[in-house]
């Protein structure tokens, strides 16, 4: 039943492009890039404890080391993505080094303090990045597959390219989650004393975490700035850091596919919202309260766990 | 001294003792409560356009001081009551994004409220103007908000010092457990430092109503303010949130004349610098 | 023959009509709804709701009606970029007007090259957008930096003013004002130095008073203030407390006529600075202003800022360009507009098909009291003629494909 509901899913998420409008196809582009964002977030939050409220320092760091790659260079989409996807690594290592010391509330602040760092940095470095106007008019990478080069201006061809890279995150989370590692960092996050304890080095671990989790939302930013054909300073601020927290309680933090229900519901909420009112974000503050309240497992974990216990009266 | 170092000195007091009356709101809820606040910023903007309305209606600021930053208090008692009282067994996490749940509705709240645009409100007569210190002259009103703070901080200070319900308080803050075996009202008194912090929360956001634009994001950018100025001083210490208030509204004013190109980022300097040499804060303690 | 040949260019005509058929002309229009320039969108709007009534009452254009929508640029680029998405792939708009920040407008142009959607820019003043940034889809109806600041440059020249400092917002606009300000003011006037000292604080910034007190510290001749809207506002407001009005600066506001900006200071808004604006309301007589001015006092009760003028002129520069065109095809709607010249409320403009950039004239003036307005307004009042301050097309740097 699960696994035949996946494979639906998974075809139609190959196949609809060919009959969609191109708005929702836009659309769709961007739940996926943001799904991978809320999803390395999640490796820290749900998987890890470690609320970070500067997590979009990663997205966009990856995503200005790609604009400005491509602004200077005539490096092909895949050296681009890789060199970014560095630079956001380099960037959590540092980052992570000092903020895993601490946890809870001292970590949500650092991750802040660093995460608004690096947007003052952005902001006023402006003959490199451009300051508060960000970067614009750089022509497109270019995808080589094999043998052939490929403009990745089509949203269609976009659209497929993000796909390859969520399919590829979850394929990845999914396996790491399964390893000694997954294990490792969901003790540390249901009791880290008792880990560090029975002799687990808990800040190597949150610190190996923290980067992975960087380096995935780097990915992330790599793929919004060529979506949007622009970086911009609100990529690196601490309201878009607080988008992947809200997408994964929304869905659900302690769920593998959480925060990719959350992020679908977020925008496909954001987008009905916004159609009669301006003020979204009081409706967001307002289911976000009674989740946080009523259902700390979000939409999927609440599902999960209504659908357990049917299976369990049955 | 020259003129530009003194007027520089004056921003920076007036401006840290903004910071500090928010701030400390914050620090009191998280000392004794271990609730980091993410909305108090909500509170202060609430506070700032409460001012607003009031005065235009009444044309009197100090009729404003008082009720609003009650209004404000009730909130976030109402606040207490309704939603965080639910959340005291969770993980801090929790608390932290409910209430940046309700900073969501309060800052869009506002919107629908007072509409998307700034605001600004006239300081009150009696301090309009400005007085000649050492043959330069400055406005009465930013020195009547830099003495606004240590007078805030006189009166806490006796508050928690001097009177039982401060001490009470106190009691709670050290041992929530001993404190209700003893017969304390816990539940009360998490209410009441809600309130009291929400409070000075809005305190602030009067003053600062006749300094500053009054704007849907003034919440936001002062809450990030605030939490630095209460991590360098130390979470939940008082004269932590002084120390940290003063260092931070200087910073910010000397920041604009002496490095105007990373002025921005010094706050946050500053935060990383103390965070490394000394994790608890300037004046914090460990636990 | 003849009989046969005639019914099919008959039966062609008719199907070429059923196809162009859809009966509306669709417009989207983005501007700042929110934050510091919130009134500035809400003029803009109802200059173009005015211009839209207009034009539906009396029959539409070639008999098709205009629809509007509306979306907020919250004055940054990335909003924007999804405005123009939601704009272009949901609504299905044939156009876009409007733009407020430079910042925004530097960032989309080549998204609209890639769109192809043709649109007029009725306020961001950055000179690369019909320069080096230029490109065939995108035109500009309004003043741009550099016809507002060499205007601006003239009036400082003959002022005795030597030391200069500026005052400008954190982003395209104030910095772009500041240089191309210099580069001007220095061919004019040799003699003139440019401080070092100089303020640029963040766009939304609530507190201007470091930055006030380090302009004043520096003790400079000449202010040269690009800070515009809501930053404007709070700014003067700041300023006069600190007494910075009171040094005897001559001083420079080049958006500083923007009546959203004198309705809200009124008569805190000194007087005998010198203030430029995108259009004045009183700068001339022409039938077409007269009917502009009162028909926006009777349906608004204000009088309508530069920003309501740019954007009811937009809407008549497309009336016009479809009407040449006698088509709303989008290549031939470009056509139309590129050298396309009429009559709007702020006088003559004359769209130059090289760059895409408006010609037209440039006000600056004194601001002073009036018992007739309710606002400050200009006296004495310059006018530039549209070629004294534009510079030529190969000044831009624009190469239009």
Known sequence: MRKALAALLLVSLFVFPFFSEMFVLLFATEILIFSIFALSFNLLFGCTGLLSFGHAAFFGIGGYTAVLLAYHTHMGFIPILLLSAVAAFFSA?????????????????????????????????????????????????????????????????????????????????????????????????????????????????????????????????????????????????????????????????????????????????????TQFTENWMIFLGCILVPIVIFFPDGILGSLEKWIAKRRGRK | MSEITLINFLNGLCYGMLLFIISVGLTVIFGVMGVLNF?????????????????????????????????????????EVLFLRLLYERDVSFQLLLTFGLLLILDDGVKLVWGAGYHSVDAPKLLAGTVNIFGTSYPVYSLFVAAAGPVVALVLWLFFTKSTYGKTIRAAAMDREMADALGVNVKAVYTAVFFLGSFLAGMAGVLAAPLRAIGPSMGDKIIIAAFIVVVVGGLGSFPGAFLGAVILGLVEAFGVQFAPKIQMALPYMLLAVILLVRPRGLLGREG | MRKVVSVLMALLFMSTIAFAGKDTIKIGSIYIFSGFAATYGQFAKQGILLAVDEINKSGGILGKKLEVYFEDSHAKPDKALRAIRKLVFEKKVDFLVGFDSSGVAKSVVSYIKELKIPTIITHAATPDVTGKQCNKYVFRISVNINQNVMAAAKIAAKTKAVRWTT???????????????????????????????VAFPKVGTEDYTPYITSIMAANPDGVFISLWSGDLINFVKQARKMGFF??????????????????????????????????????????????????????????????????????YALKYAIEKAQSTDKEKVIKALEGLAFEAPAGKIYIRPEDHQAILNVTWGKTAYDPHYPIRILKPMVIFKGDEVTPPVSATGCKME
């Not at chain 3, 917002?169 to 000292?197: C, I, R, V």
């Open chain 2, 39 to 79: 909305a108090h910023g909500s509170f202060y903007m609430v506070g700032a356009y409460l001012a607003l309305t009031i005065i235009e209606k009444t044309h009197n600021f100090w009729l404003a001081l008082v009720l609003a930053p009650t209004l404000v208090g009730f909130l976030g008692a109402i606040t």
């Open chain 1, 93 to 273: 290592c540092i980052i992570g080094f000092f903020c895993v010391r601490r946890d809870e509330i001292y970590f949500a602040m650092l991750t802040l303090g660093f995460g608004m760092m690096v947007f003052t940095v952005v902001h006023q470095w402006r003959s490199l990045t451009g300051g508060s106007d960000g970067l614009s008019g750089f022509s497109l990478p270019e995808l080589s597959l094999l043998f052939a080069k490929v403009s990745i201006s089509p949203p269609k061809t976009f659209y497929f390219l993000t796909l390859f890279f969520f399919l590829a995150t979850l394929l990845f989370l999914k396996r790491l989650l399964d390893s000694p590692f997954g294990l490792i960092i969901r003790s540390i996050r249901e009791n880290p004393e008792r880990s560090a304890f029975i002799g687990v080095n808990v800040s190597f671990y949150r610190w190996v975490s923290f980067v992975i989790a960087g380096t995935l939302a780097g990915v992330a930013g790599v793929l919004f700035v060529f979506y949007d054909r622009m970086a911009s300073p609100s990529m690196v601020h601490w309201t878009m850091s607080a988008r992947p927290v809200l997408m994964s309680i929304l869905g659900g933090a302690r769920s593998f596919l959480g925060p990719v229900i959350g992020a679908v519901v977020f925008y496909i909420l954001e987008y009905i919202v």
């Open chain 3, 246 to 315: 009171d040094k005897g600066y001559t001083i420079l506001m080049s958006l500083g006529a923007a009546t959203e900006v004198l309705y809200a200071l009124k008569d805190q808004m000194p007087t005998g600075i010198w203030v430029g604006t995108r259009y004045w309301f009183l700068a001339n007589n022409s039938p077409v202003n007269k009917h502009f001015v009162e028909a926006y006092k009777k349906k608004y009760g204000v009088y309508p800022s530069y920003n309501a003028q740019n954007a009811y002129a937009a809407v």
């Open chain 3, 167 to 197: 005052i400008g917002p954190d982003y395209a606009f104030g910095h772009q004002s500041w240089e191309y300000f210099q580069k001007y003011l220095k061919q004019l006037n040799p003699k003139a130095q440019f401080m070092k000292t």
